[in-house]
């Protein structure tokens, strides 16, 4: 059918595959700048806001594994245009959402379109072109994915500068429908592979789903309800189960949507490792950066958009140069050194204050932090699926852009749990010793609820509401520069297991064809033996 299709079908089809997977990934970075909005008229503090972005990625990184499956089973072309209409009708319940519960389940329901998206819109691109034209056309889809990620906080901002939060969402909408009109009267269709046998693996799914849900539930909630509480310790425990089961149950399934047995294999292994501890703390500072900038900084969500544009710049212009000087040395030297160098563009925000300097403060440390994640992410994705090897690439490539979205689901519902503890100690310890009226006790207490913000404290005596102010903002410093310093941690953590766990493979894959590794995702392609295919890139969706 590939062959047979004409030229202005498949350029048809290529715009509607870049269109789809361009509207997640604009959604994905367009969100975490609305945050503070959302907040302000939806009220839940800073666990609304890890719901707004965790009940996305909850359900995408359950569910994305299982994705292609169905495209197998139903057809990529039928699954791609439930996908994208599914994120339409998703986004039409984010900007209808009259509550911050409201507005979390249809993020959910995102999350869900997004994993039957992702993988499905990969397939049709492959079922319509030819071998020789499918690296370009996979390539020309990278690229705009990745412009796509680019310009969503710019939009995001300029769309909060003009009108409501609520405008982030209702631009997905006609996007979506022109995406489905062309899916369905252009795209070819393939016929469902019912018969190569595959079964979905939903009891896999639905154990993932709750094991990360309960998990994540507890570390969001536990700031406000405390460990001991049935809310918190009962979800925790049962989704820490959930997750043993899911595990016990990979193992013996016929089609399991986790192969554990990649994980004997030592790059593998290594490798995905690496990848948490690198994506988790990826995660944690452009969510956290975001929060302070704006609630704390002062920024407007277009300077907080455009604060972190030189870091994804430099990415751009650096990795695949890092990549190809990886296939020339071995990727083990850049996955050890990259992590290490992020690590310490990570520990610069320790120089941040309250009154943020851009120049002398962020940039330097974005720019360090750039440097070494564009030294590690190409040579990581390569190492990792030349560790599964060609016959296992497309699988891995999958288990390994799930890791990278749980990665960052954990990280930021983890360290929300500290940076919200340490800013109550702190609070209290800077107000120890003044006298509080009741109101200005409320005020603490509601203050607790948003650490990396400043309190409400009109109607408190001046005295009372100066004390407050004050006392907040220290304490939000000090919870934005320990979350930093731990995501620090976490990334050198990576740098560690890179040089202790990674030996350079025989060059199955090209570093320098994987620039962007799973920040926009890898396809099976790029696992090809050199002289089989073209390697390139595959969107996934979402940035962490």
């Not at 370009?136 to 909060?160: D, H, K, Q, R, Y």
């Not at 405008?167 to 489905?180: K, S």
């Not at 700031?223 to 013996?252: D, K, N, Q, T």
């Not at 609630?295 to 710049?313: D, E, M, R, V």
């Amino acid at each position: 059918m590939a062959t047979s299709s004409s030229a202005s079908v498949k350029r048809l089809t290529l715009i509607a595959c870049v269109l789809g997977s361009g509207i997640v990934l604009l959604d994905g970075t367009v969100v975490n700048v609305a945050l503070p909005r959302i907040q302000t008229a939806l009220g839940g503090g800073l666990a609304a806001q890890q719901w707004v972005a965790n009940g996305y990625l909850l359900t995408l990184s359950a569910l994305i594994l299982v994705g292609g499956s169905l495209g197998d089973l139903y057809g990529e072309r039928r699954v791609f245009a439930v996908g994208v209409g599914g994120f339409g009708v998703g986004s039409l319940a984010c900007a209808l959402a009259p509550s911050i519960g409201a507005l979390v389940v249809a993020r959910a329901v995102q999350g869900v379109a997004g994993a039957l998206l992702v993988p499905s819109s990969l397939a049709v691109i492959m079922n319509t072109f030819p071998e020789s034209e499918r690296g370009g056309a996979i390539g020309s889809w990278t690229a705009w994915g990745a412009i796509a990620g680019v310009l969503g906080p710019l939009v995001g901002g300029e769309l909060l500068a003009i009108g409501s939060w609520r405008l982030i969402f209702l631009i997905n909408i006609p996007l979506a429908a022109a995406c489905v009109m062309v899916i369905l009267t252009v795209v070819p269709e393939a016929a469902p592979r019912e018969s190569v046998g595959r079964r979905v693996d939903v009891p896999g799914a639905l154990l993932c789903a709750g094991g990360l849900g309960g998990s994540v539930f507890a570390l969001i909630e536990q700031p406000r309800l405390g460990w001991a509480s049935p809310a918190v310790f009962v979800p925790l425990v049962g989704g820490i189960l959930l997750l043993g089961s899911f595990l016990a149950y990979e193992a013996r399934a016929k089609d399991p949507m986790l192969p554990l047995g990649l994980f004997r294999r030592r790059n593998f292994s290594a490798g995905n490792i690496e990848t948490f501890s690198m994506y988790a703390g990826l995660a944690i500072l452009f969510f956290f950066l975001v929060l302070f900038l704006q609630q704390i900084g002062g920024y407007t969500p277009l300077q907080s958009g455009l604060a972190t544009l030189p870091a994804t710049l430099v990415m751009f212009a650096l990795s695949r140069r890092f990549g190809a000087l990886a296939d020339r040395y071995g990727p083990r030297l850049f996955m050890g050194a990259g992590p290490l160098i992020a690590a310490c563009g990570l520990l610069l925000f320790q120089r941040v204050g309250l009154k943020v300097g851009y120049v002398s403060e962020v940039l330097p440390a974005l720019l360090v932090f750039a440097v070494g994640l564009s030294m590690t992410v190409a040579p990581l994705t390569a190492a990792v699926l030349a560790g599964a090897g060609a016959d296992q690439a497309g699988i891995a490539s999958g288990v390994n852009n799930a890791i990278a979205r749980v990665a960052g689901l954990l990280g930021t519902a983890a360290l929300g749990a500290v940076v919200a503890a340490a800013f109550g100690s702190a609070l209290d310890s800077r107000l120890a010793g003044t006298a509080l009226g009741a109101s200005a006790r409320a005020a603490v207490k509601e203050a607790k609820r948003l650490p990396l913000g400043r309190p409400d404290v009109h109607g408190l005596p001046v005295g009372q509401a100066r004390a407050l102010t004050h006392a907040a903002e220290q304490a939000s410093l000090h919870s934005f520069h320990l979350g930093m310093a731990i995501a620090a941690a976490l990334v050198a953590l990576g740098g560690v297991v890179g040089v202790v766990g990674i030996r350079n493979p025989s060059g199955l894959v090209h570093a320098a064809s994987c620039p962007a590794g799973q920040l926009v995702g890898a396809s099976s392609e790029v696992a090809q033996p050199a002289g089989r295919a073209s390697p390139v890139a595959q969107p996934t969706g979402s940035r962490a």
